[in-house]
């Protein structure tokens, strides 16, 4: 039997393919992921929902006559970076429930998701948003109009987590997905809470002791390019046709810190992660999509020799990425 991984971390910049990736892989067999892939049955995670969460809390609250706390507006960037952080521990959580088999749906979910905004700040060590004290900061009545214009989407959004995660952990690969970055032309270290380095590094010990880094290959060019295309204004909430405006693409997106990650490690293929208790390698492979290999995925119909070039780069990387993740995995 082909050895598997455990958590796969699928990162790379917006639109390189990521989802793409996640729609091919699941079109295949168990067997066929196992052998040819690493990967044992199949359950992802994906921060994008919080992203899109936050962005309808901001427009409710400007309905409602206050001011947004997630974003600038709706075409610029985080207002407080630390929301990075805010999403990865949102990740965290997640990947938590998902091991204890945790699916009670919250009473008052939208209450709940603001109240784990916030707690998530407090932990990263910034100040709370939208409650203090367990009171909400604007009034009562606003507050209770904003729970209940959110409540429906954030049952959606609870009910899509959940469906996600598995009876039972045994032989399962989690597919965490992700993308971070810091502004065109940025020099490197990207200052933190930018990039790879500070957000891998809020990951928690339970994720990173059991994970592998795949990276899709494109530049920053080229992810530009390939948002623009797939946007789908009527559609802003999902995975595949979601579009991220310009102003974030350049000032979030334009460029990321894989590359200083890995020329900086002190291991070839390696990533250092830096965490409270103490460094951290995980093995990291690069799947080349410069030239376009995933795009495809979005049509109706998929041509074989679009299919077979997907599916060969995509076994290339796995191949690199599990000699180097058997070697290290205790």
């Known amino acids: 039997m082909s050895e598997t991984f455990d958590n796969v971390l699928l990162i790379a910049l917006p639109a390189s393919g990521k989802s793409e990736v996640r729609t091919y892989l699941k079109s295949l067999s168990p067997e066929a992921l196992r052998e040819e892939f690493h990967i ?17 809390i901001d427009d409710e609250l400007k309905a409602l006559g206050e001011k947004p706390v997630f974003f600038y507006s709706p075409d610029k960037p985080f207002i407080d970076p630390v929301s990075w952080g805010i999403l990865i521990e949102m990740l965290n959580e997640d990947y938590a429930d998902m091991k204890a088999n945790r699916k009670s749906m919250p009473e008052k979910a939208a209450e709940n998701l603001l109240r784990r905004f916030d707690n998530a700040r407090i932990k990263l060590g910034s100040a709370p948003l939208l409650l203090e004290g367990g009171r909400p900061k604007i009034s009562q009545e606003k507050f209770e109009k904003l729970l209940e214009k959110l409540e429906d989407e954030t049952r959606d959004l609870y009910r899509k987590k959940f ?78 046709a979601h579009g991220v405006p310009i102003d974030v693409m350049m000032n979030d997106y334009g460029c990321d810190d894989i590359d200083y990650l890995l020329e900086t490690s002190g291991k070839k293929n390696m990533v250092k992660i830096k965490t409270a208790g103490g460094d951290t390698f995980v093995p990291l492979a ?24 997907l599916h060969n780069g995509l076994k290339e990387a796995a191949g690199k990425l599990i000699e180097a993740y058997m070697a290290i995995k205790v």
């Open 40 to 56: 044992g049955d199949m359950v992802q995670l994906d921060d994008f929902p919080y992203v899109h969460m936050m962005r309808r």
């Open 163 to 240: 469906d996600e995660y598995p009876a039972d952990m045994k032989g399962k690969t989690v597919i965490i997905e992700f993308a971070r970055g810091g502004p065109d032309g940025a020099s490197m270290p990207l200052p933190a809470p930018l990039g790879y380095e500070y957000s891998l590094g809020v990951l928690s010990p339970d994720i990173l002791k059991a994970a592998a880094i795949l990276y899709i290959w494109v530049s920053p060019e080229e992810s530009r390019r390939k948002n623009f295309d797939r946007a789908d204004p009527n559609d802003p909430g999902s995975i595949l």
């Open 286 to 309: 690069r799947f080349d999509n410069r030239v376009d290999k995933t795009s495809f995925i979005r049509k109706k119909e998929w041509k074989d020799e679009e299919i077979k070039s």
